[in-house]
């Protein structure tokens, strides 16, 4: 993967973005190693909780699997995904028998794959740039973040990128979202605070499209209020886009804090009603032991996680992929 985007660094106007790493302070790691390395305090505690039952050398019977369904429910992979795996797992010891913990691994990543696979949905690109990009979420997630965070992959992956800023509700956003762009060499289409989000948009679309710009990302505000008054905003917003550019939006990511747990999926529901969410970016999975999250978005929201956020510089940033966090979590 293309992460080779910080030999420019420009001075630093908000002390509070954390600034990017220059090339040398960070070795090259791989893709499957950044991964491991984010998910470490998810892995720490998950491996801790079902060490008891992976560790067994005798054949694996039900209570075996009622004692790891009791230490999966008391992760974060919620209720629905464990009583989904445990039911496979106990016809499978039924039909065939489980011979010891470590094929007892083996089969629980293959179940804790196929969770997450069976959300995934191909992404349909425009067959004209620009391709849209809406972010939403709640507060505080990491939209902002992670728009700057994505423009620069996009662009480092040699695509021409526009941010907007729409969100026009929290005035620090526009300015924390100008340094992104700066840093990361993307122009940003930008509204005074207080102004109409779509009006924003609107500029935005026009200027992708007359400039021939390939990817428009654009930073909506994240304040929770009705969820009439939210589909009224965000319904806006789509028209605004789609009068301009055809099929826009074409990817609505849900921002996700992973360190809410349980409690964010109740307000990602929320959005998933107002906004034709297509995809999660999960945020913050580093320094986190909720990272199980994953697996309860996948059954509970049928929604696929596309980006996970793994620190705050700019290339804190990793396509999610179903293998890498898995075996990641349960070596
Ligand atoms: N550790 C860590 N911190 C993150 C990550 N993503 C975002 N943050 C931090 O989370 C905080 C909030 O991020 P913002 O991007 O301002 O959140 P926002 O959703 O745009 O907030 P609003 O504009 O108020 O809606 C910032 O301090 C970010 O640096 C991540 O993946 N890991």
């Not at 998810?42 to 992976?54: G, K, L, P, Q, Y």
């Not at 429910?73 to 919620?78: E, F, N, R, S, T």
């Not at 009705?226 to 939006?249: H, N, Q, S, Y």
């Amino acid at each position: 993967m293309a992460f080779s985007l910080f030999g420019k660094r420009t001075p630093d106007p908000e002390p509070e973005i954390p600034a990017a790493a220059e090339p040398a302070a960070e070795p090259k790691r791989g893709f499957f190693d950044r991964m491991k390395q984010a998910v470490t305090r998810t892995r720490d505690t998950f491996t801790e909780s079902i060490s008891s039952v992976i560790a067994l050398t005798r054949e694996i019977d039900f209570a075996s699997l009622d004692k790891l369904e009791a230490v999966l429910l008391a992760a974060d992979i919620g209720s629905a995904t464990t009583l989904l795996v445990i039911e496979n797992l106990k016809q499978r010891a039924l039909r065939q028998g489980i011979e010891g913990g470590a094929e007892l691994r083996r089969l629980l990543k293959i179940e804790l794959k196929a969770v997450l696979d069976g959300v995934a949905v191909p992404v349909k690109h425009p067959q004209m740039p620009p391709e849209v990009i809406m972010m939403v979420g709640v507060n505080g997630t990491g939209k902002t973040t992670t728009s700057g965070k994505l423009a620069a992959l996009f662009s480092a992956q040699g695509n021409s990128v526009l941010l907007c800023a729409a969100d026009t509700f929290r005035a620090a956003a526009i300015e924390q979202l100008e340094v992104w762009a700066s840093r990361s060499n993307v122009p940003l289409i930008k509204t005074k605070q207080g102004g109409d989000p779509s009006a924003a948009l609107y500029d935005a679309c026009a200027a992708a499209k007359s400039r021939g710009t390939q990817v428009l990302i654009v930073d909506t505000a994240g304040r929770l209020h009705t969820k009439t008054d939210l589909m009224k905003e965000l319904d806006k917003m789509r028209r605004t886009a789609e009068k301009l550019v055809p099929g826009a939006p074409h990817q609505t990511l849900l921002v996700m804090d992973a360190t809410t747990g349980q409690n964010g999926l109740q307000q990602a529901r929320l959005f998933t009603e107002a906004a034709r969410v297509t995809g999660i970016v999960l945020t913050k999975l580093d320094g986190t032991a909720k990272g199980g999250i994953v697996l309860a978005i996948a059954t509970e929201l049928r929604l696929p996680v596309v980006y996970a956020g793994i620190g705050e510089k700019m290339e804190d940033i990793l396509p999610f992929d179903s293998d890498s966090f898995i075996d990641s979590l349960l070596e």
